[in-house]
């Protein structure tokens, strides 16, 4: 496999020439799919570009690099546009993967996916399960492979497989100088590790290769619902069960409550069982997501622990179509409108106390503004001995830490309560940094547990916290593949300086 494809090095300035040249196409606001271009899952995240190009193949990316290079544009790329901190949007250029750049083909004997750097883990789920393979996947299905994938990427089978980025094999990447390059353990193999876990910056990612697992065509979940006053009980067996937990098991704990402005439809989604169902309420609601990988019979066997808290309802799937199973939350997910999340690792347990605490001040913004949809905590007790089994140079990602994540958010529609939503969120996670211990710095196992996962959160940390022990090599992979820093979204990598060394 040649390792370097056709560099475009001649000067794009003219938009006409540009316009001209793809095999796609380049929109300007007022254009056809402008609006499609520039928005994104969250309102908060749209930003109007000068431009938006919808590329065809990766030689389009290359001409669209060169051509905002020209202009001095920002260049911002987008997959699935479901970054949290805006990463996928810019005033200047974005480079639109998902309109066209969005397919997915499997290598059955090979056991490999290959995923358009625009195609989102629906896409990568299903064909998968065409011929009985699967890798891990977002839990929202309607995310983009790309941002995932890249910053990290947690999912259902991350106990057994890992990470979605440890399970990246190859990547095409359209490198600043528009040169088109194959990424992987032989080939660019710096560029490759930097990479998993630096995000977007180093290039544009047009197709992404993944290892495939054999999967079971039918998995068990259950979502089951438990009163507020018992929630001592359920955070105490949370913890005891994850002490335990297996490789095949995962187990989200939600609090959230629809919101004093919630449309009573969304509760037809299946993470609002019944009897939740038939009543719009902005009362809160404790639930337990659990999965396992195998039978129903077996599942109900490893949940036991939650069972015998006593559930108030349960929405059981015995034989879940594991296609189905990263779209069980897209309802209550939905593209559009305005979202503020932020996340955490928690280096400690999480209490009763601290969780009554939580709830507490939950419930009094759950109820404060008809304009609030969604406010809700998650506790992501996934099993993490496979992402700890993997060395923390392997990858440049980071957060390989024995901590749990934790997530907030409030779901909204209104634009002037941006200060208050943001300031509620800030509040919880403060309960959770000041009664608990959090992580504050990147690294593997105890000594270092993972400051907060980034993809969890919109408002960046700096890329010394993010990257730990591995921002020193990644500054001298920015210095070699992106000098001028093109690439300066998400965790934007300063380069190492001429001479300085690692």
């Known amino acids: ?48 570009a000068s431009y938006v190009v919808f590329p065809r193949c990766s030689e389009d990316v290359a001409k669209a690099i060169l051509f905002a290079k020209s202009r001095r544009l920002e260049v911002a790329v987008c997959g699935g546009g479901h970054s949290w901190s805006s990463a996928s949007s810019t005033t200047g250029l974005v480079i639109h993967l998902g309109k066209y750049m969005n397919g997915v083909r499997c290598d059955p004997k090979a056991r490999l996916l290959f995923a358009d750097g625009g195609a989102v883990w629906e896409a990568v ?26 910053g990290g990427g947690y999912g259902w089978l991350t106990g057994r497989r890992g990470m979605a980025v440890d399970n990246v094999a190859e990547l095409t990447i359209v490198l600043a100088s528009g040169e088109i390059v194959k990424a992987n353990e032989r080939e660019h193999s710096d560029l490759f ?17 993944f290892k495939a697992y054999p999967q079971r065509p039918n998995v068990f979940v259950t979502i089951l619902t438990f009163p507020l006053a018992k929630l001592e009980q359920i955070v105490e067996a949370a913890e005891d069960w994850y002490k335990t937990a297996g490789p095949d098991e995962g187990c989200h704990l939600r609090c ?82 305005r ?36 406010c809700g905590v998650l506790i992501d007790y996934t099993p993490k001995q496979a992402v ?28 002037s309560l941006d200060p208050v939503t943001q300031g509620h969120v800030r509040r919880w996670c403060n309960i959770v940094s000041n ?11 105890e000594e ?47 380069p190492a300086l001429e001479g300085e060394k690692q």
């Open 435 to 445: 009664e608990g211990s959090i992580a504050t710095e990147a690294g593997k196992g």
């Open 448 to 494: 270092g547990l993972g400051i907060g996962y980034a993809n969890y959160d919109p408002e960046p940390k700096g890329a010394a916290m993010v990257f730990g022990p591995n921002y020193e090599r990644l500054r001298q992979v920015k210095r070699k593949y992106d000098p001028g820093c093109v690439w300066r979204k998400w965790y934007p990598i300063e």
């Open 125 to 150: 789920d299903r064909v998968g399960m065409e011929h009985g393979l699967a890798t891990v996947a977002g839990t929202v299905n309607h995310t983009g492979v790309g941002g995932l994938a890249l």
């Open 256 to 337: 959230n409550g629809a919101g004093a402005g919630a449309e009573v439809s969304i509760k037809s989604d299946p993470l609002y069982p019944s009897p939740v169902a038939v009543e719009k309420s902005t009362e809160l609601v404790l639930r337990v997501v659990y999965f396992f990988n195998g039978t129903g019979e077996d599942g109900r066997k490893s949940a036991n622990k939650f069972y015998a808290v006593g559930p108030s309802a349960e929405k059981a799937m015995e034989e879940l179509p594991y296609v189905e199973l990263n779209g069980l939350a897209t309802g209550v997910n939905p593209h559009g409108g």
């Open 193 to 209: 590790w930097g990479c998993r876990g630096g995000g977007c910056n180093f290039g544009a990612i047009t197709q992404f290769v």
């Open 1 to 48: 496999m040649a390792n370097t494809q056709q560099s475009h090095q001649e000067p794009l300035s003219s938009f006409t020439t540009l316009s001209q040249s793809l095999r796609g196409e380049i929109v300007r606001p007022g254009e056809p799919d402008y609006e499609y271009g520039i928005s994104r899952w969250t309102d908060n995240s749209v930003r109007h």
């Open 339 to 374: 979202k503020y999340a932020k996340g955490l690792t928690m280096r400690t347990q999480m209490t009763p106390t601290l969780m009554k605490n939580l709830v507490a001040a939950m419930d009094e913004a759950n109820k404060s503004s008809s304009n609030f949809t969604n």
């Open 388 to 415: 700890m089994s993997v060395p923390l140079s392997a990858t440049a990602y980071a957060g390989r830490g024995t901590g749990i994540e934790f997530l907030a958010w409030i779901y909204y529609t209104d634009p």
